[in-house]
Structure formats: structure tokens, C-alpha cells
């Protein structure tokens, strides 16, 4: 069932990874699971979040998450353009895996955790972790010039780092307007 989040307009997909069990192994038990993620895509809508819940599985390796969320995170630029995932309840050795699986595809993922200090799961650069943590701190929206102030750096450079997050899912970009009244653009980062 999903839940709508009232600070942005979009809803929130569901998906229990631990209805396929407590120990997830293959690439090929992964192809049988992606179809079944792939529907709740299908029904998603633009600006829409699908959390893949992975609470209750023990472990899943290397070759399942890089069939599962790798090949899911490369399809939704083309497949299903404007939607995002992000990943909960992880294990140790889970998010070990996972993390490597989708280093090893140049990919990163949000790890959303209770404590509301999401992390980066993946191929991640410093400052790209850097970036987003100051994004996500903002509990809203930020513009680029906010940002460069923030990070103290130019704005070619944020405007660099913001298209990046952009393009891998990281953070939304939102059409806003300045107290000037002129269109800009505001970034918030996946919660």
C-alpha cells in the first residue's frame, strides 16, 4: 500500500524483500524477484519513492543484489524516468554486499535508517557524501547559491555536484522561485 509523503506531493511504494525469504542467494532468485519490482514501478508516478524493505532477510550476496538492485537502478533513467529507490532495514552483511555489488556497477543507493542519518551505499565520492549530508540536513529544499555559501566552494562546482546526485537518484530537483520572483532551481535530498 503506499503512503503518500505530505511535504512533497508523491508517494511512497513498499516493497517487503522478506516475502521471498530469510537468505537470499543467486542472480537467478533475484530475476524471479525483479518482475514483482518491477509492477510496483509500473504503478508509481513521477517523483514517486519505491523502498525496497529488506527487513527479517538475514543475508543476500553479491550476485543477488547485483541482479536485483544494480540491474533496477540502471533501468530507471529509461524504464522509469522520475521515480527513486531507496533501501531500509539492511543487515551487516547485507549492506556489505550490497554496497559492493553496486561499487563494482558505479552505482549508489539511499540506506534509509531510523536514526534519520541516511547513507550512501555504493560507488560514493567524498564530496558527492558530502554534498548530499548537507542537503539532507537542510530537512527541505536548498538552492544551488545556498549550497555554494554552504559548502563554501563556487557555484559551477555545486551545480556540477547537483546535476551528479540528480542523474544517480540522490536528490530531487524541484522548480522553485527566489524572493526576486524569478524561476530557480531547489534541490531536496531523498529521506
Not at 5 to 10: C, E, Q, Y
Request: charged share 25%; no cysteine; glycine share 8%.
Amino acid at each position: 500500500m503506499p503512503h503518500p509523503d505530505p511535504t512533497l506531493n508523491v508517494m511512497e511504494h513498499r516493497f517487503a524483500l522478506a516475502k521471498y525469504g530469510k537468505q537470499l542467494w543467486t542472480r537467478e532468485r533475484a530475476k524471479e524477484i525483479r518482475p514483482d519490482l518491477s509492477a510496483i514501478f509500473d504503478k508509481a508516478q513521477v517523483g514517486d519513492v519505491i523502498v525496497i524493505d529488506a527487513g527479517a532477510v538475514e543475508v543476500f550476496d553479491f550476485s543477488f543484489a547485483n541482479e536485483l538492485f544494480g540491474k533496477t537502478l540502471l533501468s530507471l533513467p529509461h524504464e522509469y524516468p522520475g521515480r527513486f529507490l531507496v533501501v531500509e532495514h539492511l543487515t551487516k552483511y547485507a549492506g556489505e554486499n550490497l554496497s559492493k555489488a553496486l561499487e563494482s556497477m558505479g552505482l549508489v543507493i539511499i540506506e534509509r535508517n531510523g536514526s534519520g542519518k541516511n547513507r550512501l551505499l555504493g560507488k560514493v565520492h567524498g564530496i558527492d557524501e558530502t554534498t548530499f549530508a548537507v542537503i539532507a540536513r537542510k530537512r527541505g529544499s536548498v538552492t544551488a547559491s545556498e549550497l555554494k555559501d554552504e559548502l563554501g566552494i563556487n557555484l559551477t562546482a555545486v551545480n556540477e555536484r547537483l546535476t551528479k546526485l540528480t542523474n544517480l537518484g540522490l536528490v530531487r530537483r524541484e522548480k522553485g522561485t527566489s524572493q526576486a520572483g524569478r524561476e530557480q532551481y531547489e534541490y531536496r535530498a531523498l529521506s
